[in-house]
């Protein structure tokens, strides 16, 4: 093993939330903080990311001026242990865009495009986290091979702290958000 294949020592150790917040932009890209650790997320297929962005620009389109939708944005899910998750697509408060770290409050919608590799972990541990937080609404999007995405939507129950199951979609998309959309997948 050479040098330049060991980790740095900050992989190897929990970090703070002061910690993180002081590295530069560079420095957290394609990463997330999981209990603390800090986790490598490879990088996202072209298909992935045009399809993230897509989903973007629909719900921000939709969503009006109190929403934004962005992606490649960092949502802090709890400070101690750090939890910070990087979901595919945020649909957030307008008016929150320059708070940095993005609370869980101020989020309305988190969206993970599953790719092979993040099954496990976008269908069973970031709903239950993003549940933990409070985060209304949480979407599952799968590549399927029709090329058709299926998408799967969940709603927080408030009572349980859990989603229940909501509409699975493919094609055209109506959510029941506080906002109307229309999308259609099939033109992707």
């Known amino acids: 093993m050479t040098a330049d294949m060991v980790a740095p020592a900050w992989m190897h150790s929990q970090i703070t939330a002061e910690q993180y917040d002081s590295w530069s932009a560079e420095q957290c890209a394609g990463i997330e903080i999981v209990d603390g650790m800090v ?13 993230g962005r897509f989903l973007a620009n629909g719900l921000e389109l939709a969503a009006g001026p109190d929403w ?24 957030y408060r307008a008016d929150s ?24 972990t976008d269908r069973v541990v970031k709903p239950d ?20 995405p299926v998408v ?8 349980s702290g859990v989603y229940r199951d909501g ?11 506080p906002f109307q959309m229309e999308i259609d997948l099939g033109a992707l």
């Open 39 to 51: 986790v490598v997320t490879p990088s996202a297929s072209a298909r992935h990311n045009r399809l």
């Open 68 to 91: 934004n939708a962005d992606t490649d944005f960092d949502v802090r899910l709890q400070d101690i242990p750090l939890t910070n998750r990087r979901p595919d697509v945020v649909v």
């Open 97 to 120: 865009i320059d708070l940095v770290p993005m609370r869980p409050d101020r989020v309305l919608l988190v969206v993970e495009v599953v790719s092979p590799g993040s099954e496990t």
């Open 129 to 148: 986290q993003y549940a933990k937080a409070g985060i209304a609404f949480y979407w599952r999007v799968e590549q399927a091979a029709t090329g058709v």
């Open 152 to 159: 799967y939507t969940y709603v927080l129950d408030p009572a």
């Open 167 to 177: 509409d699975i979609c493919t094609g055209v998309i109506k959510t029941s958000l």
